[in-house]
């Protein structure tokens, strides 16, 4: 298959952003490094230079699937991904396409994209631009290839739903639509809706407060965590099922948070060997907590397979880095490895438990108690092949790539 940089960028290298980003950029330039919507990507075509494709990458999850064409089955509209799956009024989004030419396209065509009022068809965007920065007029496009183009625009403001369609143009006419249904009246090809908000409904925990603590050490087999339901974390991104399983269970009393996860793992590894060391760069499992659920001071604590412990305490969504690893949990964790630590030879996997000291999390309003409700979010980093391919997982889906997603966060019900 030829090479298709410009994609891969988009779908390989979602910044999953558990923990914060490296210690030595100061922090404006690790705000910086922190987009949380669709940008411009690098590595785009060089001038004159089309990409094409064999097949749609498996990476690729289409969220609207075309199935009509243009000029009696000349071009075929394969569908279009957007990004975030989540959209905001105000923020950018990023529309990949995907076409075929099943015979020799026309001459002279331009492409061109709306984003109307779902309802009316009355503009709200024009989006128009050059395929592939105007390295794919349609008349270079080869037979059998699929062609690919990814723009971004911003959601409107104060919009319902939209949509967005799509096409080519010459002078005063556009690229006749074979299908009736699946075309505006106007020639203009229905792509993806477009909805600002909603998302699947927040998950809950409904956490037992016990009667007698579990001990700590690594394992979870005490009796006591039976009584905690099992949860199984799915993708960060999307909430698909993940290539290594992972539960997790918690439980509470007066003054202690218990979490522990459980985690297959073929490789159990680290280099870690600091508190608050970067770990979440390498295998880690995590919480978020934010008790007073206000969606700005929260908890970030992570435990590696090698026991060592990262905690920060937030003000606002990623505030100041040293100042919030200042903060100290107090939190007791083992882990217990089921296998040879560090040793690429088969392992079974590892589990880890924590007890967090409640009093000293941020914004406590009070001693938890029947009924309570806070936000909060379970993670871990796996990496399916040392620094390379690297698995995010949550509770919580956030459909965005950053863990300090808070209005994702889930809720932690206390029972």
Not at 238 to 255: C, N
Not at 331 to 353: K, N
């Amino acid at each position: 298959m030829r090479r298709w940089l410009p994609l891969l960028l988009l779908v390989s290298c979602r910044d999953e952003q558990a923990g914060p980003r490296p210690r030595g950029q100061p922090q404006q330039q690790q705000q910086a490094a922190q987009p949380q919507q669709p940008q411009a990507q690098p590595g785009q075509p060089q001038q004159g230079q089309l990409r094409t494709l064999d097949a749609i990458p498996p990476q690729v999850k289409l969220t609207f699937q075309g199935t009509g064409t243009w000029a009696d089955g000349t071009v075929a509209y394969l569908g279009t991904m957007v990004e975030p799956a989540i959209l905001q009024p105000g923020q950018p989004v990023r529309l990949s396409h995907f076409f075929r030419a099943d015979k020799p396209p026309p001459q002279g065509y331009r492409f061109f994209v709306h984003v109307v009022d779902a309802a009316s068809g009355q503009m709200a965007v024009n989006a128009d631009h050059e395929i592939q920065q105007g390295n794919g007029p349609l008349e270079t496009w080869p037979v059998g290839r699929i062609v690919f183009d990814q723009h971004v625009f911003q959601m409107p403001e104060g919009t319902g739903p939209l949509r967005a369609v799509l096409g080519f143009w010459k002078d005063d006419g556009r690229l006749p639509v074979d299908q009736a249904p699946l075309q505006d009246g106007q020639n203009r090809m229905l792509g993806p809706k477009l909805e600002a908000g909603g998302g699947p409904q927040l998950p809950e925990y409904k956490t037992p407060r016990t009667a007698k603590a579990p001990v700590i050490d690594g394992k979870v087999n005490d009796d006591v965590w039976k009584a905690a339901p099992e949860v199984t974390l799915t993708a960060s991104y999307d909430g698909r099922p993940v290539s290594r399983k992972t539960t997790a269970r918690i439980l509470w009393d007066e003054q202690f948070l218990y979490v522990a996860f459980d985690c297959e793992d073929p490789d159990v590894w680290g280099t870690k060997r600091n508190k608050d060391d970067d770990i979440y760069n390498e295998d880690a499992v995590e919480v978020f907590v934010n008790a007073s659920g206000d969606l700005a001071n929260y908890n970030e604590l992570q435990v590696s397979p090698h026991n060592v412990n990262f905690d920060a305490r937030f003000v606002s969504r990623r505030s100041d880095l040293p100042t919030a690893m200042k903060w100290e949990s107090g939190m007791t964790t083992a882990v217990d490895v089921r296998g040879t630590l560090d040793d690429d030879t088969a392992d079974q996997g590892w589990s880890a438990e924590m007890k967090i000291p409640i009093a000293n999390l941020a914004n406590v309003p009070h001693a938890p108690q029947k009924g309570d409700v806070w936000r909060f979010n379970l993670y871990r980093l796996e990496h399916l092949k040392r620094r390379t391919e690297i698995e995010g997982q949550s509770f919580s889906p956030l459909f965005v790539g950053d863990f300090h997603a808070l209005p994702r966060f889930g809720k932690l019900v206390f029972e």
